[in-house]
Each structure stands twice: as C-alpha cells, then as structure tokens.
C-alpha cells in the first residue's frame, strides 16, 4: 500500500466531520429515519442554525445528503457504511466499558 498524504487527509476530513456528540446523535438518528433541520432542533432543544452548522460538515464531507420536499429540506445518510461505522464505534465503547468494569472489579477483590 501506497502513502498518500491527501487520500490520508481527506479521510480524516471525514472522520472529523463525525467527531461531535451533537453529529453523532444525528447520523445514528439518520441511521434510523430522515428528519429536517427544525425535527433535529426541537428534539435537541437547540436552535435551527446549530443544528444547520453540523449538518453542513456533514453534508460537505459526504456522509449524508438532503432532498426538499415542500418547505422542508429532509437529511437522510448516504451510505450504509456510515451505520456500520457507529455500530462498530459502539462496540469499541462498550468493549473498553467492559474492561475498566472488570479492572474495577479486580482491584475491589484485592
């Protein structure tokens, strides 16, 4: 395999348009069902240009795409991937959680 510092640099492009909580919470969201910018902000209690903010580096970055239906622009995700990537983020999280609970558990015995 071939270094490529601007492959390596667009895919972290990627990468960082995901690391939010906020962005998180709307791909896995999006994972699941479309919504548009004024659903995400009342179910996150923030206001519209917030939520648009993190919607745009999404967008920017290619994990999710938007279509307008009436007066409301809905974001869906682009790729299937992007719900396997959170899966596989998950299963890291609950992997580590599981091993501070033991770490936790052996220093209780001793």
Do not use: W
């Not at 069902?33 to 999404?58: P, W």
């Not at 580590?96 to 220093?107: A, F, I, K, T, Y």
């Amino acid at each position: 395999m071939e270094y490529s510092k601007e492959k390596y640099e667009m895919l972290a492009d990627i990468i960082k348009a995901t690391a939010h909580p906020v962005r998180l919470y709307i791909l896995e969201t999006l994972a699941e069902r479309k919504l548009c910018v004024k659903e995400f902000a009342d179910e996150l209690g923030f206001d519209i240009s917030t939520i648009s903010k993190h919607l745009t580096q999404m967008k920017k970055s290619g994990l999710i795409s938007d279509y307008r239906e009436g007066n409301c622009v809905y974001y869906h995700i682009r790729c299937d991937c992007v719900a396997r990537f959170l899966a596989a983020s998950k299963d890291i999280l609950y992997t580590n959680l599981e091993r501070d609970r033991q770490l936790m558990n052996n220093l209780e015995d001793k």
